[in-house]
């Protein structure tokens, strides 16, 4: 009975320490419910503004091209253009993929380890309205297979102000898991959002696309919001959460427990438990589990997780995109004495509007740079030519490079890119990159296996371009020339003669190209080794050029062929009963194959997923 007493007291103890804090759970409770009853007669009475996006300031990819308005995320800015009629209009905003076609490419790097399982975020739009208000909905206009967005934020920062705050905030309105609308229709997609303790007028909308059948398409964003704080952002409710139900360590040591230090009897010190009667090995394998955040946390529990979570082998990869909202110059810093040997870096869409800076991440570079052969650094608009500099000084190890949507990069900063010779993947999509720098990148990384140029539209000649990539880089396994504005039958005759070993080829929107020169049956019987094959909106392809591919390009997986006049359903018919690897295959707009014929097409070869778009 007396041990049973003892444990009581103790707990009896315990809850009258936690009774003295500041706030008692009931208490907050009961605030939160009176606040709540009395929301009503509390607030006063306010007007809700409704606006609609002014300006597009950020985006991560579209489908469109840089100097047009079809298909790109400018399109987002201003009142409805299609809404509410459904179908593939290009005056809506469309991000580059859909789908889970492009993670399945060769071309595409390794995930990252340690990616926290509720970030799904794959691409991002940030969208400005006239006025801050406190937002009280968000409303996205959906007018093509809806169902991309996985989180929308707001930010303190008005970008049109002068007086930028010091601190910039952003705070989560709404997050949820990818999903797929039962129906490719229009709909208006407005989830239930958390109040915010500031007025914005900026906000972010992250999506993920990969499990929608096409491309996702936004016509308008309405954001409403109310100028005056209401009375629920102005009382804060306390957090309760399961650390709230742990002990303190005072607690611990007083109650007593595993954590404190065992009688004279025993001269084993058990302070940290039975851990560190655990191998090192062992421990090492458990953190190894922990996201980074809760790493950083674990770390400051006691002497032993630090020695583990600090140990420079737990972050032989780091991905830190999925903390983009809180990486600081302070972060890198801290990170430095932990990434000795750091060997995959994940910085994509960190450090904008001043959160880091170029000194700040230089000092990371040269402190951690060493190993490293991975950097992803896309819409890193913080990155400088010094930043570039560093790079090629630093990680001459580097294989892997993604500066994609780095558009605020100057040109000349490009050139320091051909200080690193083992180059194998480089993604230059969307940003200034010109002929010259491009030209001596391929003189001097003649290692490179995949190279991204789509939307780069400073580079004058790709005919130049192709040259030297058949001379030499004639292990390139994927080249991406989306939009690329001058290429010809000749450059496009010397690449694929050079670089027979391609698997991946995107010349989507190239339409300089012509069929009745031979060039795409040349290109057919060049690469035996084809998987991925983009000729989007090409109007020449025709029944010989599918003819040739289906006499040798038997391992095809991927072939979008959209907006041709001249494919007819027979050369069709006869491409997917050569081409057994065939996954996805995009006859969109087509004018000679109707829906009837790719319904009929889909029975006979279900593992092929056929693409056509509609408009309403």
């Not at 030297?468 to 000749?490: G, I, P, Q, T, V």
């Amino acid at each position: 009975m007396f041990p049973m007493l003892t444990l009581l007291s103790m707990f009896y103890y315990i809850c009258l320490r936690r009774r003295s804090r500041s706030g008692t759970r009931s208490e907050a409770l009961g605030s939160r419910r009176a606040v709540e009853l009395g929301q009503r007669s509390a607030l006063p009475i306010t007007v809700e503004v409704e606006q609609y996006g002014k300006e597009v300031l950020d985006f991560s990819s579209h489908y469109g091209s840089e100097n047009s308005m079809s298909y790109t995320m400018w399109n987002l800015a201003g009142v409805p253009n299609v809404y509410p009629s459904s179908g593939d209009f290009t005056q809506t905003a469309v991000f580059r993929t859909y789908g889970s076609w492009w993670e399945q490419c060769t071309s595409t790097a390794s995930p990252f380890r340690r990616t926290p399982p509720n970030f799904h975020s794959l691409d991002y739009l940030e969208l400005a309205f006239e006025e801050p208000v406190y937002p009280t909905a968000v409303e996205v206009l959906e007018t093509y297979h809806p169902g991309a967005v996985v989180r929308i934020l707001a930010c303190s920062l008005n970008p049109f102000s002068q007086n930028p705050p010091a601190d910039v905030r952003w705070e989560v309105l709404w997050a949820g898991k990818p999903n797929k609308a039962l129906t490719p229709q229009a709909r208006q997609f407005s989830p239930s959002i958390r109040q915010i303790s500031f007025a914005s007028n900026l906000l972010r909308l992250e999506v993920n696309n990969t499990l929608l059948d096409y491309y996702t398409e936004l016509d308008a964003v309405i954001l409403r919001g109310v100028r005056e704080r209401p009375i629920l952002a102005l009382y804060k409710i306390p957090v309760i959460d399961i650390n709230d139900l742990s002990d303190s360590e005072e607690e611990i040591s007083d109650a007593g427990g595993l954590c404190c230090r065992s009688g004279g009897e025993n001269r084993h010190n058990l302070g940290n438990g039975y851990f560190e009667r655990l191998p090192y090995e062992l421990i090492q394998l458990i953190v190894s589990h922990l996201p980074v955040p809760d790493l950083c946390r674990l770390a400051q529990s006691c002497k032993l997780f630090h020695k583990h979570c600090c140990d420079p082998l737990q972050y032989i990869q780091l991905s830190l995109q999925p903390y983009w909202a809180q990486l600081t110059d302070t972060s890198l810093s801290h990170l430095q004495s932990c990434c000795t040997l750091l060997q995959r870096l994940n910085m994509s869409w960190t450090g904008n509007r001043g959160a880091v800076t170029a000194a700040g991440f230089c000092s990371f570079m040269k402190a951690c740079g060493l190993s490293l052969v991975c950097l992803e650094l896309s819409c890193c608009h913080f990155l400088t030519e010094a930043c570039l500099e560093v790079i090629a000084q630093t990680c001459q190890c580097l294989q892997e490079l993604n500066l994609a949507s780095c558009d605020r990069l100057q040109p000349q900063a490009f050139n320091l890119i051909a200080k690193l010779p083992n180059l194998r993947r480089l993604v230059l999509y969307r940003t200034k990159v010109e002929q010259s720098a491009i030209l001596s990148i391929l003189t001097f990384c003649p290692e490179l296996r995949h190279l991204n140029l789509g939307s780069c539209v400073m580079i004058e000649d790709y005919d130049v371009v192709a040259s030297m990539l058949s001379a030499r880089c004639r292990s390139l396994r994927s080249l991406d020339l989306w939009r690329c504005r001058n290429l010809s039958e000749r450059g496009l005759a010397e690449l694929v003669s050079g670089c027979r070993l391609l698997e991946e080829l995107d010349l989507g929107w190239c339409a300089t190209l012509q069929s009745s020169s031979g060039c795409f049956q040349h290109l057919a019987r060049s690469l035996p080794r084809l998987r991925k094959l983009f000729l989007t909106a090409n109007r020449t392809v025709c029944d010989s050029d599918l003819e040739e591919l289906a006499a040798n390009c038997s391992a095809l997986e991927h072939l979008d062929i959209l907006g041709t006049r001249m494919v007819s359903p027979v050369s069709l018919r006869k491409l997917l009963q050569c081409c057994p690897q065939l996954k996805l295959l995009d006859v969109s707009f087509c004018s000679q194959i109707d829906s009837r014929f790719v319904q009929e097409l889909s029975g006979l070869f279900p593992n092929v997923s056929i693409k056509k778009s509609f408009t309403q």
